[in-house]
């Protein structure tokens, strides 16, 4: 089992902002330093966090992102809670579960929602050649969960859970070191949770054959067991060469920050959501553009009173 990564910081300076979404939020002003926890160095969370925080630094002169990098969701939620962090992305079973104070969290943790952000598909790759077909073909086999602390391993262990796999040695590898172990073949498959597609998985197809294990029909199980966060998708024919649609189970991810979080600086934050979002990398498949119709969508993690404030003064 691979270590969890030690956290490292990119500063990010917060440039000038156009107008008012600070003004008039009970008088909460931006503070000089926001910590923003996001993903591994290079992956998708953390890229999308520090485009986000460049757009933070396009909108406010008062406010600078802190960029950190981490194992993603299950740190990142731990971070929040105990002060660590200010702002976090986190995939939404492992929020919900923060709020809760179930799984990976023994009580209950301080964590609001800013958005919904976008969906992530789960990926279950095996070489192409594999003879396993299904969940079940995994038992007594080698598979990587992802990285320990994330939130993919929290949904793969729920997957094989549901789908009745009970003897698999299990490793916990980020998405470089699983695609590594695969092509050794040291595991015989790997989860991965993100966009159709991932670009590392889509630099693996070019090279390495492979495909995926369809997941179709896991979703209700899912949503009975924990909650009504996981939807039945299709990753689309022609990602990663695949000539058919491959039907597996997807997660949002959200925005999350501290309960405490001043409420000027979560609608600050919301509000450069919704007009960079053009301009913030997000997975090129169906669900992943950041859409106000289900931005609000977060489930049973409260939103918190600045993002809700953003939310009623432009959408009404």
């Known amino acids: 089992m691979s270590a969890v990564p030690r956290r490292r910081l990119l500063t990010l300076t917060a440039g000038a902002l156009a107008t008012g979404p600070l003004q008039g939020c009970s008088g909460d002003g931006p503070p000089d330093r926001v910590r923003l926890a996001t993903g591994p160095r290079g992956g998708p969370y953390a890229t999308f966090g520090s485009r986000l925080a460049d757009e933070v630094h396009r909108a406010h002169d008062r406010l600078t992102v802190r960029v950190l990098t981490t194992a993603a969701s299950v740190e990142n939620l731990r971070l929040l809670a105990d002060g660590s962090a200010d702002l976090a992305m986190a995939l939404a079973d492992s929020a919900a579960d923060a709020t809760a104070g179930r799984g990976s969290f023994s009580r209950p943790a301080p964590v609001a929602a800013l958005a919904r952000l976008y969906l992530n598909y789960l990926h279950l790759v095996v070489p192409a050649d594999s003879p396993i077909r299904e969940p079940g073909h995994l038992a007594g086999r080698t598979v990587s969960l992802s990285a320990a602390e994330s939130g ?29 172990a695969l092509k050794a073949r040291e595991v015989a498959a790997f989860f ?48 990663y060469g695949l000539r058919a649609p491959t039907p597996t189970v997807g997660t949002p991810s959200y925005l999350v920050c501290r309960t405490a979080l001043a409420a000027g600086t979560a609608r600050a934050v919301t509000g450069v959501l919704f007009e960079a979002r053009a301009r913030l990398p997000v997975p090129d498949a169906p669900g992943s553009r950041l859409d106000e119709r289900y931005a609000i969508g977060t489930g049973t993690v409260p939103l918190h009173r600045g993002a809700a404030a953003y939310y009623r003064a432009v959408y009404g």
């Open 152 to 180: 993919t391993s929290v949904t793969a262990g729920r997957v094989l859970a549901v789908a009745g796999v009970r003897r698999v040695r299990s490793v916990q590898l980020g998405l470089d070191e699983s695609i590594t």
């Open 192 to 239: 991965w949770s993100g966009g159709a597609p991932t670009r590392a998985i889509a630099q693996l197809a070019r090279r390495y054959r492979v495909r995926l294990v369809p997941l179709g029909g896991l979703a209700p199980a899912l949503r009975r067991e924990h909650g009504p966060v996981y939807e039945s998708v299709s990753i689309p024919a022609g990602v």
